[in-house]
Structure formats: C-alpha cells, structure tokens
C-alpha cells in the first residue's frame, strides 16, 4: 500500500466550476497534509497546509480533513484555466521529517 | 517570504563529467533540506535529506557516492552530480523546511547528460 494515494486523472471541468481532489493516507499517525500546485515543466508550489480535522478556506481553495477516514481534500472555486496543473499531496508522517507526495492529480479547467 | 533558489536552472553536460547544483534559501534558514529528482511524467522522488552540519540521509537505491551533498551552512545545501551518465538526466529540485513541517522547493534545474 502506498503512503499517499491520489487518482491521476486527469480530471476535467469547466471554467467556472468545482474542482474536487482527494488524496488518501495510510499512516494514522500522520499530522501534517499538503496540496502543492506543479505546471508543467515548473517546481511544486505550496498552495495549502492543514493540520487539524474540519475545512481550511484560502481564497478559492479550501483543503478538507478528515483523520478517521485518512483523508484530505482539496476544493477550488470558480475553476480557472490557469488552475490547471498537477496537485500533489503531501503528509509528513510520524517519526519521519520528510514529507510523503501521491503521484498527483492532473486538473483541466476547460475554458 | 519562503524563497528558494537554484542554480544553474539548466545545465548540459557530458557524460562522464560531475555537475554541481546549489541550493539557497534566501529569506529564511534551512537546518533542513531536501532533493528530490523527477523523470517526466512522474512524481517527484525524494532522493536524500540534507541536514546542516551532517551527513546526508539518502533514500533507499540512492547511491551516495554518486550523488554528493553538502550542508554547510543554514542557507546552502549543494548536490554534486559525479560521472553523470544519459540516465542521470532528469529534473533535479530542492526543497527547504521552514515552518511546521512545511517545505519550499526551488525552482528546479534540468540536467541533461549528453
């Protein structure tokens, strides 16, 4: 089983709407999670963090966690072209200072 | 804040040779930081943790001998590429923790081994 699992996609929406991306954890222990944003041919940008079960709001993202059900989600409002990329998730896992990445999500936003 | 450079963003080089690449944080101290390699079309691999200081902890299947990291100070950790071969090229990025956990990565440098 894989640390962190995360559908490839790609995932396709239209401008304007709901992007929803999920990424599962199989460490219990695990206390800190991540979304990253990578284009193309770029380095992975930090773009949310979250540590605590509940919703986490940043402008039009919002990451969601769940640590009974070893999940954590990332939500982006009112999709933009440029929102697309790959998401990568990450979790830092108990006892280690390095951080776990899923093989990421590749979103088009359709304009 | 939480700015991360690499140098060189892009190098070319010939088989056989070592290529060094450096990694700063410019605005903040690093006691850590990491290098990952990603081939295309994969997700990045986290090929060793750097600690300031210290020896480096590499990944399993990752050769040390190759792979040369240094630590010296809280703002530089370099990664010298020794006998590069064609299956070394790939795109080559760091990262530095700052924060609770939280890492920010360079820009990247593509290696390409002719």
């Known amino acids: 089983q894989k640390e962190v699992e995360q559908n490839s996609g790609p995932l396709s929406v239209p401008e304007g709407a709901i992007a929803s991306l999920n990424c599962t954890y199989s460490?219990?222990?695990?206390?800190?999670f991540f979304w990253y944003r990578q284009y193309s041919g770029k380095s992975p940008e930090l773009i949310m963090s979250?540590?605590?079960?509940g919703d986490k709001e940043d402008g039009r993202f919002t990451a969601q966690l769940n640590k009974a059900s070893q999940y954590v989600s990332l939500l982006i409002r009112d999709s933009q072209p440029s929102d697309s990329a790959t998401y990568l998730c990450?979790?830092?896992?108990?006892?280690?200072?390095?951080?776990?990445f899923g093989t990421g999500t590749r979103l088009t936003v359709i304009p | 804040g939480a700015v991360v450079s690499q140098h060189p963003s892009r190098v070319i080089c010939k088989s056989g040779t070592s290529v060094k690449i450096e990694c700063r944080s410019l605005?903040?101290?690093?006691?850590?930081m990491f290098w990952y390699r990603q081939f295309p079309k994969q997700s990045l691999m986290l090929m060793a943790t750097?600690?300031?200081?210290?020896?480096?902890?590499?990944e399993q299947g990752v050769e040390k001998d190759k792979f040369l990291i240094n630590h010296a100070s809280l703002t530089l950790s370099t990664l010298t590429v020794t006998s590069a071969h064609p299956e070394d090229s790939s795109f080559y990025i760091c990262?530095?923790?700052?924060?609770?956990?939280?890492?920010?990565f360079g820009p990247g440098t593509r290696l390409t081994v002719t």
């Open positions: 990262s530095a923790e700052g924060g609770i956990d939280e890492q920010y």
């Open positions: 460490d219990r222990g695990s206390q800190s």
């Open positions: 979250i540590y605590s079960n």
């Open positions: 990450a979790v830092s896992r108990t006892g280690a200072n390095n951080l776990f």
């Open positions: 605005d903040f101290q690093a006691t850590t």
């Open positions: 750097s600690n300031e200081g210290s020896k480096a902890t590499y």
